[in-house]
């Protein structure tokens, strides 16, 4: 029988997409050719991207629905204080795109290390912990969350 799926897949899927994208900019550090350049712009512009929009629903739908539902709520103020030292790294990394220094590269790979610690908190304790809570309805809030995403997403290309 196929499971409907929630907002803890719909988010991990986030975050799968997100690491292909940091295996994918690791894989050109170090050459010089231009083509290579380019592609780790274009790479990192997305990772900023789709993490701010990913990291804007959860702390606008999911952190406060499961805070309202979970009684371990020291999980989802880390989860807060992960969030705002990747915001902090997703806005170096944003200011410096136009001319890419030696700490660029550095930026964007501990960028990947917060966010690898980030999910793996998230998948191990977080969803388990949500999907247990009985309040929680996590079918329709993939949808509240899909929505919100693609609009945050469509946004940030009209700006």
Request: a negative charge; proline letters at 1%; hydrophobic letters at 40%.
């Amino acid at each position: 029988m196929a499971t409907t799926k929630d907002a803890c897949d719909l988010l991990d899927a986030d975050h799968k997409a997100v690491k292909k994208l940091f295996t994918e900019y690791e894989s050109l550090v170090g050459s010089t050719a231009k083509t290579a350049q380019a592609r780790k712009m274009e790479i990192a512009e997305t990772i900023c991207r789709e993490l701010s929009a990913h990291a804007q629903v959860e702390e606008e739908i999911f952190y406060p629905a499961v805070r309202s539902a979970i009684k371990d709520t020291d999980l989802l103020d880390e989860a807060e204080v992960e969030h705002a030292s990747a915001k902090d790294l997703i806005a170096q990394i944003e200011e410096e795109m136009d001319n890419m220094d030696d700490m660029f590269d550095a930026k964007v790979k501990v960028l990947g290390e917060y966010i690898d610690h980030h999910v793996k908190e998230e998948r191990e304790e977080m969803f388990p912990k949500a999907r247990a809570a009985k309040k929680l309805d996590l079918v329709a809030m993939r949808g509240e969350i899909e929505s919100r995403k693609a609009e945050l997403l469509s946004e940030q290309e009209q700006s």
